[in-house]
């Protein structure tokens, strides 16, 4: 099955800064990586995501990138705010089946 | 955009009874959802699928009589725990797939925190 690494597990930027989180992905069949914010006691929020046909995505700040080759794929988040802390999970989908695996999540604090 | 409502937010409720949490797709339907479970500081751990119609598929090491799913309409899921202990504390969470086919993307609920005293 897949298997989906993520870090770092926690990330501490100041505010104005750059956020770069990384995973990588074991199942090459993978075709869809999504990224989500979740914030304290609620439910997982897509915020961005690419398919492998794709090298880059971005949208205002928020942008990610996908290297098939190497399997694997990045979220990077410019212009920090507060308001980003948060914990982000990565997730790569298989092909034909709608299970979806989870990396293991970091905890992104925007220090003001 | 897509809506996925989750009812209740939070439960506590006394060892040995039963708990149901309900997930609703809002604004589509959705032939599957999906039943999560999360540690405190940990990742989400896929529980089951829940196919309209159907009867459900369970991970492995989850047991189906314990956490029985219902999906009874095209736009509602329902997962009961019976007879619950405390260990089934958690946060569960349910998401919901607009597309057929099971490439579209995944709305989640916002999550019920059941605590079972």
């Known amino acids: 099955g897949e298997n989906v690494e993520q870090h770092p597990s926690t990330l501490s930027v100041q505010e104005g800064d750059s956020a770069v989180i990384k995973c990588t992905y074991s199942?090459?069949?993978?075709?869809?990586f999504p990224w989500y914010k979740q914030e304290l006691g609620k439910g997982p929020q897509l915020i961005i995501d690419?398919?492998?046909?794709?090298g880059e995505k971005k949208d205002q700040r928020i942008a990610v990138t996908l290297n098939k080759t190497a399997k694997h794929f990045s979220l990077h988040i410019t212009e920090t705010q507060p308001e980003d802390s948060a914990v982000y999970f990565c997730?790569?989908?298989?092909?034909?089946?709608?299970?979806?695996?989870f990396g293991i999540g970091t905890k992104l604090q925007v220090i003001p | 955009g897509a809506v996925v409502s989750q009812h209740p937010s939070r439960v506590i409720c006394k060892s040995g009874t039963s708990v149901k949490i309900e997930c609703r797709s809002l604004d589509f339907q959705a032939t599957t959802m999906f039943w999560y479970r999360q540690f405190p500081k940990k990742s989400l751990m896929l529980m089951a699928t829940s196919n309209e119609g159907s009867k459900a598929t369970y991970e492995q090491g989850v047991e189906k009589d314990k956490f029985l799913i219902n999906h009874a309409s095209l736009t509602l899921s329902t997962l009961t725990v019976t007879s619950a202990h405390p260990e089934d504390s958690s946060f569960y969470i349910c998401?919901?797939?607009?597309?057929?086919?099971?490439?579209?993307?995944?709305?989640f609920g916002e999550g019920s925190r059941l605590t079972v005293l």
């Open positions: 997730a790569a989908y298989s092909g034909g089946y709608q299970k979806v695996t």
């Open positions: 998401s919901a797939s607009r597309a057929s086919g099971g490439t579209g993307e995944l709305f």
């Open positions: 199942d090459s069949a993978s075709n869809y």
């Open positions: 690419i398919r492998s046909n794709v």
